[in-house]
């Protein structure tokens, strides 16, 4: 019988104990490297949700009518509203959806058409979270041009016309104290003036803050704003517009203190291209960024105000097949941020679909996410959004190609 040796004895036993001690230090060491393989690896964080009490209201189309006539595709939106984890019943939003909740980049070729920015007492600028509640517009047919009077829950504002006077829009501040408005005064020769002015509401009518004037000498080059979708600070304190010069479209950002005489800083390190649509309380700005010529692509982008490498959190590419309803595609490309929060909610572009062509495009859906380093995005209510197809014309009016519908985020809700 062997001899089982406990204290370093000659025996069998002694070299059978030696020999398992290195299996039993490499046992241990495959436990702590297993162990700190499931404990040590932080997981992903999911994607945020929206505050309690918080909503927002968003667009899909259901699909709508081709006209083989005029090769126009005409959209079938239905509104819904998800808040606190449920989602309403659907709602016929109409053919105006559009001129309703127009995005920030929609708003200038609105405006450059007669159609200002107007508040009409709801939340319809989402780009400044629930600005425009409670300020409401009314307009006036005077001899010399339309007057417009603007009240907010504190006071009345009167912009009166004179010769030449055009308002391109009129923007509240989120907490309905300020108006920022863009308007032009085509009644030059030679020319015009563009001019942003800042105004303080209260009881006794509406102060002028400060009058900022930008010429524009035909056929001269020349810096003006064309987009009355300012973006205000969330503490109503300042707000941010976008120049552009006219010889060679590059765009610059600009900011302006609501305050008396004060005049616009320019904002260092937003690229040319990118328009400002949203603020947050932890001074970052989000972008859309659509590159010169390529309406159909864009990227969706945050950075801090101050400057700092961009964030980039969604890209569009252009379609294999450029169509119609995509040719402008980059202007639904947009994000803003939930009031009172860093978490942002957007129209993602990410995801390519391909129809029975083999024609391929992006799926255009709302989607959640933190502006967070490594942060993980997520449908909007949970639940992705099924891939509709509709029919449309190929951009040069050839042929027609099967696109899929569109998700947009409209406005936030309470």
Not at 26 to 42: D, E, H, P, T, Y
Not at 57 to 71: K, N, P, R, W
Not at 127 to 135: I, L, P, S, T
Request: aromatic letters at 8%; glycine letters at 12%; proline letters at 8%.
């Amino acid at each position: 019988m062997p001899t089982r040796t406990v204290n370093g004895g000659m025996g069998s036993g002694s070299r059978s104990r030696r020999s398992r001690r290195p299996y039993l230090r490499g046992s241990l060491g495959l436990v702590v490297v297993v162990v700190c393989a499931v404990a040590c690896i932080q997981p992903t964080p999911p994607p945020p949700a929206l505050p309690s009490g918080t909503g927002v209201q968003f667009l899909q189309d259901a699909g709508g009518t081709f006209d083989t006539s005029t090769g126009q595709y005409s959209p079938l939106m239905n509104r819904y509203v998800f808040r606190n984890g449920s989602l309403s019943a659907p709602v016929a939003a109409g053919d105006s959806w559009f001129l309703n909740s127009p995005g920030p980049l929609a708003v200038a070729a609105l405006a450059s058409i007669g159609v200002p920015l107007l508040p009409d007492g709801t939340a319809r600028y989402p780009w400044n979270g629930f600005a425009g509640e409670g300020v409401t517009s009314s307009t006036v047919t005077t001899g010399i041009g339309n007057a417009y009077e603007v009240t907010a829950p504190g006071g009345t504002c009167s912009l009166d016309p004179y010769p030449g006077f055009k308002l391109l829009g009129i923007s509240p501040s989120p907490d309905a104290t300020k108006l920022a408005v863009l308007s032009d005064d085509v009644d030059v020769p030679g020319g015009s003036f563009t001019f942003v002015d800042m105004y303080a509401v209260d009881s006794g009518g509406c102060s002028l803050l400060t009058h900022v004037q930008y010429i524009n000498t035909g056929g001269e080059p020349n810096t003006r704003p064309s987009n009355p979708a300012f973006i205000w600070s969330p503490s109503s304190t300042a707000i941010l517009y976008s120049l552009t010069q006219s010889a060679t479209q590059a765009t610059s950002v600009v900011r302006l203190e609501a305050t008396s005489g004060s005049a616009p800083t320019a904002v260092a390190g937003i690229a040319s291209g990118c328009v400002v649509t949203g603020w947050s309380g932890a001074d970052r700005v989000l972008l859309d960024c659509i590159p010169t010529g390529q309406a159909a692509s864009s990227k969706i982008e945050s950075q801090p105000l101050a400057g700092g490498s961009p964030r980039v959190l969604d890209n569009l590419n252009a379609p294999s097949v450029p169509t119609t309803s995509t040719a402008s595609l980059g202007a639904y490309h947009v994000g803003y941020y939930v009031p009172g929060t860093t978490t942002l909610v957007y129209n993602s572009g990410s995801k390519r679909v391909t129809n029975s062509d083999g024609d391929t495009f992006a799926q255009i859906r709302a989607r959640i996410v933190a502006d967070v380093s490594g942060s993980v995005s997520g449908s909007l209510t949970g639940t992705s959004p099924p891939v509709i197809w509709h029919t449309d014309s190929t951009s040069d009016g050839t042929a027609t190609t099967q696109v899929p519908t569109m998700q947009l985020v409209e406005r936030f809700t309470h």
